[in-house]
Nanobody, 125 residues
């Protein structure tokens, strides 16, 4: 099982970026997939998750600005990020989980079994 994230880069505050995460190695039809991020000196934090059966969920800090979506045919999950702020600067990681997890727990890293390598997002002020 491999997850490969890409699409990061340098953008000015107020700009947009779209991250992509390609999954390979097994069928991901019924798994939940999500994005986390880690800023320098900080712990990894939840950003967004998408469960086919339970819906989407976002961290309060990105709600209304970020959108998670998925291409089930291509096993790709996207994170569209708009109105970016310098506080969004971090390494972004995609993750996937194959176990049945209650919706309220999908914001925890332990709900995910597979992780991508991370892609850097830098937002300049």
């Amino acid at each position: 099982v491999q997850l490969q994230a890409f699409g990061g880069g340098l953008v000015q505050a107020g700009g947009s970026l779209r991250l992509s995460c390609a999954a390979s190695g097994r069928a991901f039809r019924d798994v939940h997939m999500g994005w986390f991020r880690q800023a320098p000196g900080k712990e990894r934090e939840f950003v967004a998750t998408l469960s086919r059966s339970q819906g989407n969920r976002y961290a309060d800090s990105v709600k209304g600005r970020f959108t998670i979506s998925r291409d089930y045919a291509g096993n790709i999950v996207y994170l569209q990020m708009s109105r970016l702020e310098p506080e969004d600067t971090a390494v972004y990681y995609c993750a996937a989980g194959s176990r049945r997890i209650v919706f309220s727990m999908l914001d925890t890293a332990t709900a995910y079994d597979y992780w991508g390598q991370g892609t850097q997002v830098t937002v300049s002020s």
